[in-house]
Each structure stands twice: as C-alpha cells, then as structure tokens.
C-alpha cells in the first residue's frame, strides 16, 4: 500500500511506477540503444575514411580536424534544428547531429592510434611483402587499437548522453522521459530515466572495455611482464 502510495506523493523512489510502467520504460531504453548504436556505428564508418585522408594528405589533415571541431562546438538544440529542414521530423535528426559530434573524437583517435605505430614494424612487414591495405589492416590498425577503441568508448559514453537532448523532436528514448517529467514535475519518471540512462552508458563502457582486453591479449602479456 505505501508503495503505491509513492505515485500518489510524488516521490523520487517509487516502486510503483517501475512496476505499472515497465513496458514505457523498456521502449524507451530500445530506442535509446538503437540511435546510439546506429550513431555510433555510422560515426566510426565515416571517421576511419576522413582519418585516413588526413593521414595520406597532410595538406587535409587541418581541413578536417578544424572543421569536426568546429562541429562539436555547435549547441545540440542548435545542430538539431539546423538538421530538422533536411530530415524532417525523425530519428534522422537525432542520429546525424550525433555522428556530426562524434568525428572530432574518433577521427583524431584514429589518427593518434595510427600514427603511435612505431616503423620498425611497418618496415618488417613491407619486407615481407605486405602492401598498403595488407599493411594498415594487418599490422597498423591492429597496433592502433588501444587509441581508437579509447575514442570509441568515449564517444559511445558521450552519445549515450546526448542522445536525450533528440526528445525535443520526440527521438529522445530516454530523454522523452526524463523531459516529460520535468514537464510536469514527475520525480520517479526523471530519476528512473535518468539512472537508466547512466546504467547504458556504463554497461556500454565495460563492454568495449571488455571487447577491448579480447583484441589486444599483447598488451595484457606487456602489462604482466612490466610488474
């Protein structure tokens, strides 16, 4: 009875609202994780190309570094609105500001990670044979690694942020909640929300923090040997 009383009282803590919303609260949470995932994964397809450009042509590299600066300076509420004339209403909007924001994070941890590769080991492979996309794919981008999945992983934690700022065009997941409660002042739908959404972005860290440790099993072995 006092649990369902915590609705009535309006308090941050409430039990009762977990319970009868469960289904709101799990759609919210899908969607949130797909306009990460999406903006994420799309943000990364298009930083590794600009990173290398940048890389081959020095004449590009401050082009591109100064221009997804000058991106990821841009308000939200700003970048959004901008995006809403071309993509209407739609997860579009939400999902293209965010890969806009991520490419000065990823674009230059690509690069940092890439240019961290010492040449005697480029040296070594193009003595056995290995030509340029055998090079970066075979020896450079798994050396570079530790540099990129740091940017992924801040960029994933960042996005997981921004991502509810979408909920003033509807595409928030759940940032429409936590915007909705504030609207009307409902505590336990802000802090839920909220707590959930801080729950994404740390559980999306120790993933690819975890996925991070599978792919390098060297730099475990180099961490062990230095103790």
Known sequence: MADGNCLISNEWICGEYVRTRGQELTDAT????????????????????????????????????????????VPSLAMFSLLLPVFGVSAAVV??????????????????????VPEEAREAARGMGYGPLRLLFGVELPLALPALMAGLRITTVSTVSLTTVGAIIGYGGLG??????????????VLTASVLCVALAVVA???????????????????KGTT
Not at 176 to 189: D, Q, T
């Open 205 to 223: 860290d120790l993933l690819l923090l975890g996925l991070q440790r599978l792919l390098t099993p060297w730099a475990r072995k180099n961490r």
């Open 30 to 73: 899908l969607e949130h994780v797909g306009i990460t995932l999406a903006s994420v994964a799309i943000g990364l397809l298009v930083a590794f190309p600009l990173a290398l450009l940048a890389r081959r042509w020095r004449s590009v590299a401050g082009p591109v570094l100064g221009l997804t600066t000058i991106l990821y300076t």
């Open 95 to 116: 999902i293209t500001g965010l890969v806009l924001y991520s490419l000065t994070i990823l674009v230059r941890n690509i690069m940092a990670g890439l240019a961290s």
């Open 176 to 189: 429409n909640l936590i915007y909705e409660g504030m609207r009307s002042f409902f505590k336990a739908e």
